[in-house]
C-alpha cells in the first residue's frame, strides 16, 4: 500500500509571551484572586489563528473556562464539540478581566 500527501501549512505555532502571561495572571489574581488562574501543564495541540496576532505584538493566548459546576474540565466535552456545555455566568468575570487587561496596557 502507498499514498502520497501535501502538508499544507496554514497557522503558525501559538507562542504565548511569557511577560504578558505574567501580566495576565497578575490581572486575574488582582481581580478574581490567585485560585482562578491556572497555567496549562501541557499546551494545546490545534490549530489557532490567534497565532498570527502573536507574530505581530506580545501576547498570550487566554482560556476562559466556562466548563458547567457540575462537570469534570478533564473529562467534559471540549469547545468544539456538538456535546459541550457552557456555563454561562463566567461571561460577565471574562468581559472584566479583559476590560482591566485593556485599561492597563493603555496606562
Known amino acids: 500500500m502507498s499514498g502520497e500527501f501535501s502538508l499544507l501549512e496554514q497557522y503558525p505555532v501559538t507562542i504565548n509571551d511569557d511577560a504578558e502571561a505574567d501580566v495576565v495572571a497578575g490581572v486575574v489574581a488582582d481581580l478574581f484572586g490567585e485560585d482562578r488562574h491556572a497555567r496549562w501543564s501541557h499546551p494545546l495541540a490545534g490549530a489557532e489563528d490567534f497565532s498570527r ?3 505581530l505584538a506580545p501576547g498570550c493566548f487566554i ?6 459546576p457540575d462537570l469534570d474540565p478533564d473529562t467534559a466535552p471540549f469547545n468544539h464539540s456538538a456535546y459541550a456545555r457552557f456555563d454561562d455566568a463566567v461571561v460577565g468575570d471574562g468581559a472584566r478581566l479583559l476590560a482591566e487587561l485593556a485599561l492597563r496596557k493603555l496606562a
Open 53 to 55: 496576532l502573536l507574530e
Open 63 to 68: 482560556g476562559l473556562s466556562a466548563c458547567e
